[in-house]
């Protein structure tokens, strides 16, 4: 164990035999082997390692490493990115800067504030030598100071907002908090609390959602801003509150999330970014403050996949659905090289960031938004280990199948280099709520003690009606996507139905078609309720050589009204430039159902009207050739389709989206369609489907060749050795076979199971703190007693800051009165008629004054260092 103190006189010997002697019983767990060399890029000791900051990502003791690192080699490709970040900062002051009118700071989704305050006060502290980023960092810090409160007033029922400038801010403050004069010291810090206080009702009252990214990023928030102010004299009694609230919060979602041991989430990749960037930053603080290990956590294990297998060719964009963004919110170079210090430890993470950062665009579609585009740099400096040489994984340039069975998803042909059959597939099927695991959780199956009410009591996020969805990307030309990111099922390259008549209570967003549950048809939300038994199922999945198939079924997803029996969806990649899909649509008896309409999404192309005899079918021109698509149904009818171009909502990187809407009549029982996709270097001579009671062969011809698909239109087959598709390839005299059978069926997501020991575990988790609040509480204690009884006024931090800090208020800048801080926030649920109340640093009469509303607390001058061990997880090679 080490210990440090800073005494100015020989008086405080006394105090410090006494802090040694309180401080023997906290566990040896929690202590560092003594004179352990800090490495950044490693986790490093706890954040008391002296009475300084910084403490909250390093100690001060790792200062002197991190800013040499910046102009060192190993660092430098971040270290550019946080200069061109400053410098484009600080020349263009107006765009960046926060207003100082509250009102022109609420007027908008304001996170931006935040996002980028962090990048430019770990720039400031990475090179105390500019002057000029010191002072623009003071500046943005006095800004966001002044308001009365962070809350957007045009959107108050957004506690989120307050998080992502109170995480940011309480970073700055700890960075910053060595240069910063007492006066900014003290109002910075309350500041920090007061928003902290406000958030905290919010998020006490927010496990309605659980697992969400907005809790998440609520309750990291609050834990960040308990950590920097826990030493603090005034606040430090009401921090271990805040970390603790979400600390609970936080611990229960990763409990939760360790069944899905794919490592995905549910909203997809963009939007799950931000939940990520939370997730990640807790299980780093966790471990570096408290010794709360999640080394065993099976989602974070897995976590790598959801970025490495979502990826499309060329590593601009991913697969889409979801939250059918373009790529990632946040990051995701920070996200990768956590999991590769802290996972993986094989230079894979450091490979996948160089390659995104390298190929991502950085300005137009697909560029990291203004918004977020600097907000992980700092992590990604902190969290990044130079010694792992980037290096991908084995499998990298081989097209492969990956299945995603928590989420429902199945990827082929990620991640790769763009060009001629570098061909991405991805479909998705999968449970409401995202992850299977997390689907069933909210059914009350688990968790009764967190999860109480069924659906209610778990946030459902970036739900979306795509089950059944399907992209398709031949040569990395993204050319069928999922549309915009509203919850509209026509944007997610899924049937819809007309009933006739229809259904007494259906309220369709696209009259007469009714789609999937939920559907968004207004701003606000879902009109239909999320009903937890409209889920889609992933059924089989397969490939060899080159040939895909995959099943599911996404009946239950739409109304119960429309008397779908099933609704299965096969996919069938055939070489890299061809893909059939196939809609079975089984009826019951007494369905009102007439019709289907099937949409296909471009995000960047408009569709042209293209004709093949009897078939119809339409086409995007590219400089490569025509990507080019054509439909039939199972009586060999192709009609004519609509061709839309169509805006998004505001707010999503995507500006429009152009797809193809063609409408079938279907009929009882049974109704089987086909669409074909082509890339360039296919010319299609035909398309013809033959229909059996149970089965239908589709045969496509194209170049002269000769796909023969036989598939069953069967829900489940029998056995393992019944087939669902069955395809033979003619060239000539030469022939090629593929079977995907009763083995391929998916099953069960792959789960290290419930447990049923949630409840202890997070006891245990809880206790770890307690351990180190009760320990550094009970010396700091006695210690301030000591140092205030024998301070004097013209001592540094003398008497007056004793007295000040005993009444709960400030010292005044000069040193020589106490000031009281009245910081009252507008309340989370405030409308923008509200009154707005000013902020201000006032001299108390006669330096004495009551502090309102903040509790009395001692000055805790003295820290106590409790180091942990300097790794992460208990090995370099597992978590």
Known sequence: MMIIMVMPTMMRTMHLLLLQLLLLSIPASLAAEDGNPAQFGQFQDAGYADDRHPALFFGARDVAGLRASAGASSHAHIASRLREAALTMMERRDDHLPPWDPLEFGAVWNEIYGNNLAAMAFYSFLYPEDAGARDFTIEYMDRMAAQPSWVA???????????????????????????????????????????????????????????????????????????????????????????????????????????????????????????????????????????????????????????????????????????????????????????????????????????????????????????????????????????????????????????????????????????????????????????????????????????????????????????????????????????????????????????????????????????????????????????????????????????????????????????????????????????????????????????????????????????KGILHGAKIPRPDGDYSLYWTDDQNRSPRALLVDEPCQPGFQIKGTHYVQIEFGVRKPLTRLAYVFLGPAMALDGLVMVPREESVDVVVQVNGQTYTVLLNSQLLVESANASYCEVTHSSGDAKKTFRATGSATAGNASSPGYKGDHVQRLAESLQLLDVVFGKVAEASAVGDALWCKNATPGEAGGGFLCRCQSEGLCLSTDNQECAVRAVVFVPLNATAASPVSSTTLAPAASGRAEARGFPAASLRLLLVVVVLPPLLFSSPTSP
């Open 153 to 611: 007033v045009a959107l108050p029922n957004q506690p989120v907002l307050v998080a992502y400038s109170l995480a940011a801010f309480a970073t700055a403050y700890d960075l910053a908090h060595e240069g910063l004069d007492p006066g900014r010291r003290c109002k910075y810090a309350e500041t920090i609390a007061a928003a902290a206080r406000n958030l905290s009702s919010s998020v006490s009252a927010d496990a309605c959602c659980l697992g969400s990214r907005d809790s998440s990023t609520q309750a990291v928030a609050m834990m960040t801003a308990g950590l920097v102010l826990f030493r603090d004299g005034v606040h430090g009694h009401e921090a271990p509150d805040w970390i603790k609230t979400a600390v609970n919060i936080l611990e229960k979602s990763l409990i939760m999330l360790g069944e899905v041991a794919d490592g995905s989430m549910g909203e997809g990749v963009a939007a799950g970014t931000a939940e990520g960037r939370a997730l990640l930053q807790f299980v780093f603080l966790a471990k570096r403050h408290f010794n709360v290990s999640h080394g065993d956590n099976a989602w974070l294990r897995g976590h790598f996949d959801f970025f490495y297998r979502s990826l499309q060719p060329g590593f601009q964009r991913t697969i889409g659905i979801d939250d059918s963004e373009l790529n990632w919110y946040y990051g995701p170079e920070a996200h990768l090289a956590f999991l590769d210090t802290y996972v993986l430890r094989n230079g894979s993470g450091n490979w996948l960031a160089s390659m995104i950062n390298t190929f991502r665009p950085k300005n137009g579609t697909g560029a990291p938004t203004r918004t977020r585009r600097w907000s992980t740099l700092h992590l990604e400096y902190i969290w990044y280990d130079a010694t792992l040489t980037p290096t991908p994984p084995p499998d990298y340039g081989t097209p492969a199948l990956h299945r995603f069975d928590n989420w429902g998803v199945v990827t082929y042909g990620s991640p790769q280099p763009a060009g001629p059959n570098a061909t991405f597939v991805g479909f998705k099927s999968g449970k409401l709520g995202g992850a299977a695991a997390v689907g069933d959780t909210v059914r009350g199956r688990r968790y009764p003690e967190w999860v109480a009410g069924g659906r209610t009591k778990f946030g459902n996020g970036r739900e979306r009606p795509d089950q059944n969805a399907f992209v398709f990307a031949p040569n990395g030309v993204p050319f069928v996507v999922e549309g915009c990111g509203g919850g509209f099922t026509w944007h997610g390259n899924v049937p819809m139905f007309r009933a006739d008549p229809p259904a007494p209570a259906s309220r369709p967003c696209k009259p007469p078609w009714v789609g999937q549950t939920p559907e968004w048809c207004e701003p606000e939300g879902p009109r239909s309720p999320s009903d937890p038994r409209r889920d889609g199922r992933l059924l089989a999945a397969a490939e060899r050589d080159g040939t895909v198939f995959v099943r599911g079924d996404s009946a239950d997803a739409y109304e119960a009204g429309l008397g779908l029996s099933s609704l299965v969806r096969d996919v069938v990649l055939l070489n890299p430039q061809l893909a059939l899909v196939v809609d079975h649509v089984r009826l019951d008896a007494g369905s009102a159902v007439s019709g289907a309409a099937s949409f296909f999404h471009n995000l960047d192309w408009s569709f042209e009207q293209e004709e």
